[in-house]
C-alpha cells in the first residue's frame, strides 16, 4: 500500500472547479490531491507573427510555479530574469498537447493562451496542467462558439495526462511529490478520449526500464486517463457537448 | 451612491481566509471586493549579505500578478526577463511599510518573505497586499514564537493599508478598479493600530489637490483602515495576542 | 541649529544655470547645496506606441546617477544590465510629476524625455531633478512655442520640489544626506505654483508618525518650494512668462 | 522507398571521427548522413554547488547550433541574450541520459561537460548529439581510469539515440529534416548496450497516435540503436573496454 | 629560434577547404596552424533598418568560440546571456575590414553575413576570421554574380589579415597563443591586395614601443598578408576572377 | 582652412578642471572643444577575483554617454539592458592605455577604477577620456602616495592621447564630430611622455590607406600628444612631480 493509503492504479482524488476568474474566457481551479493548479484561457483576435496570414489559429501554454508552491521557497523566475529549462519545456509541452486536439483551421485566425499557475505543488504539476488547461480552454472555445458558429467545432476530442512510476519494482499511477521522488522510472502521459496517444515521456535517469515496465506503465496510465476524461465531461456538462464533432 | 452600491465611506466586502497553503509558515487568502491575493510567508534562518554579522532580522516581499488576473492579459515579467518599475514600486512598499511594525533585533537573524501574489486585480492590490501580508506575517511569527520564545515580541503593532480618492469631488474610501481609473486624486495610506501613520502616497496626476482634500482622505482611510485592523485581529485570534508587547 | 548652520526651515543654497547643453532643445544644471543634476529636455515629433492616435503629448522622465556621485562608487546600472527599484521608482515620480502641470492636448502629438543625471549626491536627489526637470521642460516647450504658436500654452502651472523630515522630533527642510539617514520620517512633496499638491510621499519605515507631525512637515515644504518656484521663475524670465494661461 | 533511397529500416551513413580537439579530455566529430555534431569532453576536478560534499560526481551537456547549421540563419543564442526552449530541452535530455550510464560515486567529486556543438543540421540532432556525447564521455573516463585506478568503472554501460516517426502510415528509422516535417509522429529513443529504455519521447502534436504504432516504433528504434552501439565499439576499441564492469 | 620551428618572418601552416557547408551560400573551414575556423557567408534580401532605403547593401560579421575551443573550458555567451566585450570588439572589427572592399551600392540591397566560429584556438583567431570571411564573402558574392549580373563587380579588392608582435626585442610573424601571451606588443594588420592598409590594431600594454619598433612589425606583416592573399587567390581560383574590377 | 577655423595640426581648445567631485579620490572635468567629459577615480583596497593573491594592483575604466550627449537623443544602456560594442570596446581601451604606465606592482593590491563620463560628444570622446582618466588616476595616486609611502611610485609615465584622420587628403589633427563623419581614414593614437606608442587604432572602412598616409598620420598624433601631455602637467602641479620615477 502506497503512504497515503492509495491502490497502486488509484488517482488521488480530483476537484475540478469552473469559472474561478471573473474576467478570463475559460477558468479552471483543479487539484490531484494536494497539487492545485489555476488555469486560465485568454482568447485574442490575432495570432503570432509565424502564423499571420495563413486563415488559422494557435493555442499555447504558459506555465508558473508561485514562490512557496513548494516545500522551500523558489526564487521567482521574474527576479532570475529568465524562464528555466524545466519551465520551458513544461509549457512547451502543455501547448503542444493541446494543439493536438483543435483544429486550428476551425478555430479561425485567434490565439488561445493557457496560463497554468501553480498554487501548490505535490508531484504531477504538468500532468494536472494540461488537465485543467483542456477545461479552461474547452470552456473559452465553447463561448466563441455562441458568437462564431463555427462550421466544424474547433476540439476534435477530449484530452487529459497523469504521470505513472515505478517504485520498488512496481507501478503506480499518479505519482506524488514523495513517490516521484523516489521513482526509478517517471512517465507522463497524454492521451485523448478516443484513447490515442498524444505524448509519450518516459525517462530512466535513475535505472534503465524494460519493455515490459514500459508496457504496464502505459497500460495503467491509459485507465488512469480514462477516469480523469469522465471527470472533465461531468465538469463541462453542456460547454463539453459538441467536442470531437457534435453536431451543432 | 458608487457604481457597486457603496457608501462613501463604506470598504468592499472582505474576505481573509488563513492557512491556505500547506508548505508556508503563514499564509492567507485575503479580498478586498473582487480584488483576491495570496500571501505567504516564508521564514529562513539567514540574511541578506548586507544584513549579515548585525544580529537583527529582514523582512522582505515580492509582489506579481497573475498574467489574467486583469481584465486583458498582460504579459509575466518572467517572459519579459525582467521586472517592471510598478512590481518594484509595489514590493518595495509592502516590504518597508511591514519593517515598521517588526522589531528586527528581537526578531534575531532570520529572514521573513512575504510574497503577494494577485489572483484577480480589480483595484486595491496593493493595500490588499500590505493588509494580508501582515496576517502572514503574524501567523508566521507566532508560530516562530512557540519553539524561540522571544524575549520581546518582534511584532511591534498591527498593520493595514486602504486606498482613498477623490472622484467629481468626492473622497471615496477603497476604490475599485473602475472608480480609480476615474480619479483625479489617488492615494494609499498605510497605519499602525495605534492609528499613526507609516506611508503617506498621495497622487494627483491628472490635477493637483489642496490641503483641505488631502485631510478629507487622511480622515477617510484612518477609519476605513480602523476596521481592517478589526478584520485581522478576528482572523488572527490567538495568534495575534501578542502583538504589540503583550508580555510572554 | 544643523550641522551645516541651517535653520530649521531653511533650503541649502540653490543654483541654477541654464543652457548647459549645446544639443538639448533645453537644459539646465541645478544644486540643492552638494547635490548636483544635469537635467536636458528632448522633443521628439512622435508619441510612444501605447499613446498614438489620441492627439496628445507625452512627457517622461529617466534618472540616473553617475557612478562615483556618491561618497562609494555604485555599479551603473548598464553594466548590471537592470534598472533598480529606486531608479524606477524615481523616474516614474518625475514623469508623473511633471505631466501633471501639462496639457498634453495642447502640446499635440510631440514627446518630451527630461533626462535627469545625478552628477553628485548629497541627499534630495529626486527633488532636485524634480525642480531642475521643470526648467529644463519650460525651455524647451518656450522653444517649440515659438515655431507652432500653441493656441493654449501647454504648461499650466509652474512646478517644484522639496523633501522635508523629522529629526529628533524636530522637522527639517530639505535634508542633506546625512540628515536624511538619521530621519525617522522621510517625506517628498511636489507642489504647483498655486500651492495645490502633486505629489505627498510620506514614509516612517524607522518609526511611524502622527497626524501632528504629517502637518508640521507639509507646512514647512510648502514654504520651501514657494521659494524654490520664485527660483524658477528668475532662471527661466521671459521663457516662463507664459506659464499657467499668459495670453499669447 | 525513402527520398535518399533508404530502406525503412535504415540507418543513414553514420561517421565518428575521435581526437578532433587537441585541448578537450575527450572529442568526437559525428555524423548520421548530413547532420554534423562536434562532442567535447571536459573533465573538471570540482562539481555544482548542489552536489558538493555528497563523494559524487555530475555529468552535465550543453547543446548548441551553428547560426548556418541551417537551411535559414538562426540568430545566435547568444546575441539574443538568452536560450530558447527547444535548446534547454535538448541539452537536459542529453545530460539526463547520459548520467543514466554513469555511476556517480564511482566517477568521484568530478564534473564532465559534454558541449555538443551543431556543424550543419540534417534532423536528429538531438540522438546524434547523445550518441557522440557517449563517446566523447567514454574517452575522457578512459583517459581519467588510467591515472585515477577507479575501483569500479563509471560507465555502466554503452548508450546511443536514434529518431523513428511515422509517414503516411510507415514507420521510419532515424528521419532526416525533410522526413521529420512531414511526420505525423516523432519519437526520440534512447537505449543501452543492454537493450534497456534510458528515454522514450513520443509526440503526435498533428496527429494522435495508437499502441500499435508505438510498439512498431520501438521496434525500430532497437534495432537502430543496436547497430549505433556497434559502431561505438569500434570507434573506441580498447578505450570502450571496460565499460559496463570489465574488471580492471 | 620559435618553439615551433619557425622562422621569425614565417606563417603557420595554413589549410584553406572551401564548400563546408550545404546550405551557406559561401563556406570554408581555414586553419592558421592549430586555429581553426568555420566561416560562412549568408545572403539575405534584405539590408538592417539603418540601411534601408539607400540603395545599398550591407555586410557584417559574427564571432564566437566553441567552448572548448581553448585550453580550458569557457562558459558560453548564450549561457552567459551576453556578448563579451572581447568577442564585440572582434565581430565588429571583422565586419569592418571586409565593407572596406566591398562596393555596398554594387551589392545592392541585400546583407551578407559572415559567421565565425572558432572550433580551435591557438592564437590569432582574428587574423584567420577576416582571411576566412573574405573566402566565404567571395564564394557567395560570386554566386549571386551568376544570377544578378553586377554592372560593377561589388568586391574591389582581395583582403587579409595576420598578427604581429614583439618577443624579447625579436618582432614576429603570426604569433600562436604561448608567443602572443607573452609578446610585449601585439598587433593586428589587415591589408588588401593591393598593399593598403585597412587595419592597424597595435597595443603596448606591457610596455609602450617605439616607431622603429612600428615600423618592422608593419614591415613583417606585409610579408605575411601577401603569402595569404596568394592561398586565398588559390583558394577561390575562378570564383575570384571578377575581384577588383575583372570585366564582366 | 578647417571648419572652425583651426590650422590642419592644431588642436581644438582644451580645459581641464580637477577637483570637480567632492566624494571621488581623483575627479576631473576635460573639454576638448565642445567635448566634454568628467572622469573620477575610485580607489579600492581590493582587487577583481582573477587577481587575487598576486600582490599587484588593477587599473580598470567605464564610459558612457548621457543620453543627450549628442545632436540626437540615444537610449540608455541601463534601460537597453546592454553594453553595446561600441561601449565596451571604448572602456577596455581606456583601462588598457592607463595600466601601461602604471606599475601595478608597486601599486599594490588595490584597484583604481576610471568612469569616463561623457557630458557632451562632439568627436574624440575616447581621447579625451583617456587623457582625462590620466589626470584624474594621477591625482588618486598622488593622494595614495601621502598614505602609503610607495618604495615605487606606482606611474611609470604620463599618458595621453589624440584622434587624427585623413580628409579630402589632408591629414588633420583632433577631429571633431563633423570631421570624424567624414574621414576616410580614422586613427586614435596613444602615447607616453617619453614618446612611446602606447596603442595605435587606424581604420579606413571607407577606404584603405597607404604607408605614406599613416606615416603622416603618426606625425601629426605626436605633436599633438605632447602638447597634451604639458596641459597635464600643468593640471597636476606638484600631484605630478614623481610621475615617472621622481624620488620620493
Redesign the interface.
Known amino acids: 500500500m502506497r503512504s497515503d493509503g492509495r491502490q497502486q492504479n488509484q488517482l488521488r482524488p480530483v476537484s475540478i472547479q469552473t469559472g474561478v476568474?471573473?474576467?478570463?474566457e475559460g477558468?479552471v481551479e483543479i487539484s490531484f490531491g494536494?497539487t492545485k493548479v489555476?488555469c486560465?484561457a485568454?482568447v485574442?483576435e490575432r495570432v503570432p507573427p509565424f502564423m499571420k496570414g495563413q486563415g488559422k489559429g494557435w493555442v499555447t501554454a504558459?506555465y508558473?510555479m508561485?514562490?512557496?508552491?513548494?516545500?522551500?521557497?523558489n526564487q521567482?523566475?521574474?527576479?532570475?530574469?529568465?524562464?528555466?529549462?524545466?519551465?520551458?519545456?513544461i509549457?512547451?509541452l502543455i501547448g503542444?498537447a493541446l494543439?493536438?486536439?483543435v483544429d486550428l483551421q476551425a478555430l479561425g485566425e485567434r490565439t488561445i493562451?493557457l496560463?497554468c499557475?501553480v498554487?501548490?505543488a505535490d508531484g504531477g504539476t504538468r500532468t494536472t496542467s494540461i488537465t485543467g488547461a483542456f477545461i479552461a480552454m474547452a470552456i473559452a472555445i465553447n463561448k466563441l462558439s455562441e458568437k462564431h458558429n463555427f462550421s466544424r467545432y474547433p476540439i476534435t476530442?477530449y484530452l487529459a495526462s497523469v504521470s505513472v512510476g515505478v517504485i520498488n519494482g512496481t507501478p503506480l499511477l499518479d505519482l506524488n511529490y514523495e513517490e516521484d521522488s523516489s521513482a526509478k522510472v517517471d512517465?507522463n502521459v497524454v492521451?485523448?478520449g478516443?484513447g490515442?496517444?498524444?505524448?509519450?515521456?518516459?525517462?530512466?535517469?535513475?535505472?534503465?526500464?524494460?519493455?515490459q515496465e514500459?508496457n504496464d506503465l502505459?497500460a495503467l496510465a491509459e485507465s488512469g486517463i480514462g477516469e480523469l476524461i469522465n471527470k472533465q465531461r461531468d465538469a463541462l456538462g453542456q460547454a463539453g457537448a459538441r467536442i470531437g464533432g457534435a453536431k451543432a
Not at 21 to 24: E, G, H, M
Not at 76 to 89: H, Q, V
Open positions: 476568474n471573473k474576467y478570463a477558468s494536494d489555476i486560465t485568454t485574442e504558459e508558473s508561485l514562490p512557496r508552491a513548494t516545500q522551500t521557497r521567482r523566475e521574474s527576479a532570475k530574469g529568465k524562464l528555466g529549462g524545466r519551465t520551458m519545456e509549457q512547451r503542444r494543439r493536438s486536439v493562451t496560463d499557475d498554487i501548490q476530442d512517465m492521451m485523448t478516443a490515442q496517444f498524444v505524448e509519450v515521456q518516459g525517462t530512466g535517469e535513475e535505472s534503465p526500464f524494460s519493455r514500459l502505459l
